[in-house]
């Protein structure tokens, strides 16, 4: 059996255990992971977009949670402000997401590097500031509470963020529409162009890609998954708040992407997973668990520097011997 | 000779501060194939990456089917028929061999096309989905070949295609240009091997110290034993 094909089968099995998990979890009367499951789904999500930016093109973006920011904000001011209904909310947070990266990354995909992470803290921190100082429209410190309305309402069938389960499966239905999305780029001409980039800019542009163009379309891709993922972060929350915008929540990302595996698929969700879940048992136990946080992040990068993800990869590679 | 596919005339570059091209003249003829010969760094590999847009010319013009290419942005340049091969052979080893082969194409490959290169390389095909950086030189050099072929460009600039591969390969690689040129495909091409380059070019150009010291057929420069021992340090090749 090829690598790839253990890889698709494992893929499909995790697919499966999500999809039956609010049943399995309430057969072993352990309802509150559910709710850890969905924020792990919307923390996943939002690795990816650091990972599309590091993993597949090279650039290091500490300002993801700028995006993140705007999809919150988008969804809590349409709903709140607009009294638009969830759907069309979620639009507006991923558009203002999208403008925002579109934006930005005009300036910030003419550098590389740490000249690049900086210029992403720099927006970052702006519109963080903004956000606390635009009280009438953020809510400032206090942020913005709202009502989430129904997913669905239609007739006698209502579907709502309220029950635990229902909202568990919104989630995961849209973060696997954006995975699948995901695995479908990579594959894609855009995809292999976003590789070259990220492998040696001068040679890609000798073969007709230009560089600038790739990065920015790269830029506001990210922009628009964190986007999605504070979205569904604010319906989750039914809160949006500029905490989230601080550029430590992208720093985070980082962590999760190099952890599971940049440049993986789903190496940064399995990387938010594991923190998120040392995170849920370690943190009531010792106050100071962001250590082991840190020694796990640290020992990762020393022992397996592709993550995670990477070093189940080349673990299977040698026993495929492919 | 045709009208010249392209026409590079009197250009200049600098490397940083140095300069390393002052005078550089050479025409590439549609469906020829021309030699750019000389000593090393006399600037024949610069002299191809003015021509790709990776240098800037400081002076002079370069034209490609009648357009004025000179300020066009290196990216541009494969779009108009150009196909490239860097010394060195600029592939892209964490990719895997399929991946690297159809990184040029603008949208889906023609079949045909990647269907005939895998068909006159059958060891790319049984490496399509391994990475390119765990093949041997020679089969990368093939790759860079086959890669450049995808977008079915109207010329084809090899930068020294055959450094550094095993011998056995060599004739092989060698055996292919002379194929590519048959089929129409104009070569401009730096081979270090004067004598496989004089077998395979219809227009030779010597380089001396970044500028044009010999232009013309290969049997002038072939006679010329005093001409070839000045610009190229060697005997004229039996």
């Not at chain 2, 250009?11 to 050479?26: N, Q, Y």
């Not at chain 2, 034209?63 to 060195?88: C, N």
């Amino acid at each position: 059996m090829s690598a790839l094909a253990v890889n698709r089968g494992l893929t499909a099995l995790l697919l499966a255990l999500l999809m039956v998990a609010p049943w399995l979890l309430a057969w072993m009367e352990s309802e509150f992971w559910l709710t850890v499951l969905t924020e792990i789904l919307i923390w996943g999500l939002f690795a990816a977009s650091a990972n599309l930016l590091f993993g597949q093109v090279g650039l290091l973006s500490f300002g993801q949670a700028l995006y993140f920011g705007f999809g919150m904000y988008g969804v809590a001011i349409g709903i709140d402000r607009f009294g638009l209904g969830l759907w069309p909310a979620m639009g507006l947070g991923v558009a203002a997401a999208i403008v925002m990266a579109a934006c930005a990354g005009v300036v910030a995909v003419r550098l590389t590097w740490h000249y690049f992470a900086i210029i992403t803290v720099v927006f970052s921190l702006i519109f963080y500031f903004l956000a606390l100082r635009l009280k009438p429209i953020t809510g400032g410190d206090d942020g913005l509470s709202f009502a989430a309305p129904a997913i669905m309402d239609l007739g006698g069938l209502r579907l709502s963020l309220t029950d635990d389960a229902t909202q568990y499966w919104f989630v995961l239905l849209i973060v696997a529409l954006a995975f699948a999305v995901q695995a479908r780029l990579r594959s894609s001409a855009l995809g292999r162009a976003f590789a070259a980039v990220r492998e040696g800019e001068r040679k890609a542009a000798l073969l007709g890609i230009d560089v600038l163009r790739v990065r920015w379309i790269a830029f506001v891709i990210a922009g628009g998954l964190a986007g999605l993922a504070g979205a569904l972060f604010a319906l989750y929350g039914r809160y949006a708040s500029a905490t989230h915008m601080y550029y430590t929540v992208s720093g985070e990302a980082v962590v999760w992407t190099v952890l599971g595996g940049a440049g993986t698929l789903l190496g940064p969700p399995i990387g938010a997973a594991l923190l998120i879940l040392v995170r849920e048992e370690l943190s009531g136990i010792w106050e100071h668990y962001p250590l082991i946080v840190g020694a796990l992040t640290i020992a990762v990068v020393v022992f397996a520097p592709k993550g995670i993800a990477g070093g189940w990869n080349a673990l299977l590679a040698r026993v495929t011997g492919r | 000779m045709s009208a010249p596919l392209l026409e590079v005339r009197s250009i200049a570059a600098r490397l940083g501060r140095v300069p390393v091209l002052s005078d550089v003249s050479l025409s590439v003829p549609a469906r020829a194939v021309v030699a750019l010969l000389g000593r090393n760094g006399v600037g024949k590999t610069t002299t191809l990456r003015t021509v790709m847009g990776t240098v800037a010319a400081t002076d002079g013009r370069i034209g490609f089917a009648g357009q004025d290419i000179t300020r066009l942005a290196a990216y541009r340049r494969p779009a108009l028929g150009i196909g490239y091969v860097p010394q060195g052979r600029g592939i892209f080893p964490l990719l895997t061999v399929r991946e690297n082969m159809r990184l040029g194409l603008r949208g889906a490959p023609d079949p045909t096309v990647e269907e005939g290169l895998l068909s006159r390389f059958p060891r790319l095909r049984e490496r399509l989905a391994q990475k390119a950086g765990t093949m041997s030189g020679g089969e990368q050099q093939m790759l860079a070949i086959a890669r450049a072929l995808m977008t079915q460009p109207k010329l084809l600039i090899l930068d020294e295609p055959t450094e550094g591969i095993m011998p056995r390969l060599v004739a092989e690689i060698r055996r292919f240009i002379a194929e590519i040129a048959a089929s129409g495909i104009a070569v401009l091409l730096v081979e270090q091997n004067l004598k496989a380059a004089l077998a395979i070019a219809d227009h030779v150009v010597v380089m001396e110290r970044g500028r044009t010291a010999f232009a013309g057929p290969p049997g002038t420069l072939r006679a010329d034993a005093d001409l070839v021992h000045r610009l190229l340090g060697v005997g004229i090749p039996t």
